[in-house]
């Protein structure tokens, strides 16, 4: 979004109950170099703790409803919203299936593709991506229960070494 100084821009920040939202609904309305922000907050609670700090207010359906992708277009063209940021890791892949869309009705969607968001909530899967572009990473590995995960620390140099181990979710 190219945005002029003195211009005010019309964004849309999903999942508005998050605590993020409310710093980042200030900031865009504060301002910044004679850009400020028209910030409608979007959420599926009515009763959203972000909305009050919010130029405008929508309640939505929530991510992955089937009448989600239809209600953010409606939004989009009625509140003349420029820009969606999601607020959320959860709000990206939905965001970008339909980001086409939401640009034929004039707003960009702010954000990594869901590919990429993907790619940074699975350190598996960066580490091995780093690791085939010849990038260091440190030793890692994945096991599926208690027995895996012995051999992997063994593998990894435990005792001898200190190993960190992290849940997948």
């Known amino acids: 979004v190219m945005a002029r100084a003195d211009r005010t821009i019309r964004v849309a920040l999903t999942s508005v109950g998050t605590p993020l939202s409310v710093s980042l609904s200030?900031?865009?309305?504060?301002g910044h170099e004679g850009l400020r922000a028209h910030v409608v907050g979007l959420d599926a609670n009515p009763a959203?703790?972000?909305?009050?700090?919010?130029?405008?207010?929508?309640?939505?359906?929530?991510?992955?409803?089937?009448?989600?992708?239809?209600?953010?277009e409606q939004?989009?063209?009625?509140e003349r919203i420029?820009?969606?940021?999601p607020q959320t890791t959860n709000d990206v892949a939905p965001l970008d299936a339909i980001r086409g869309r939401l640009e034929s009705a004039g707003a960009v969607v702010i954000g990594a593709s869901s590919a990429c968001a993907e790619l940074a909530d699975s350190k598996f899967r960066?580490?091995?991506?780093?690791?085939?572009?010849?990038?260091?990473?440190?030793?890692?590995?994945?096991?599926?229960?208690?027995?895996?995960?012995?051999?992997?620390?063994?593998?990894?140099?435990y005792p001898e070494r200190d190993v960190c181990v992290k849940p997948v979710h």
């Open 82 to 85: 420029e820009a969606v940021i």
């Open 26 to 30: 200030r900031a865009l309305r504060d």
């Open 75 to 78: 939004i989009v063209t009625e």
């Open 126 to 157: 960066a580490y091995a991506l780093c690791k085939e572009i010849g990038v260091p990473v440190p030793g890692f590995g994945r096991a599926d229960d208690p027995a895996g995960l012995a051999v992997l620390a063994r593998e990894l140099g």
């Open 48 to 72: 959203a703790n972000g909305a009050w700090f919010c130029d405008a207010f929508r309640v939505i359906p929530r991510i992955g409803d089937p009448g989600f992708a239809a209600a953010l």
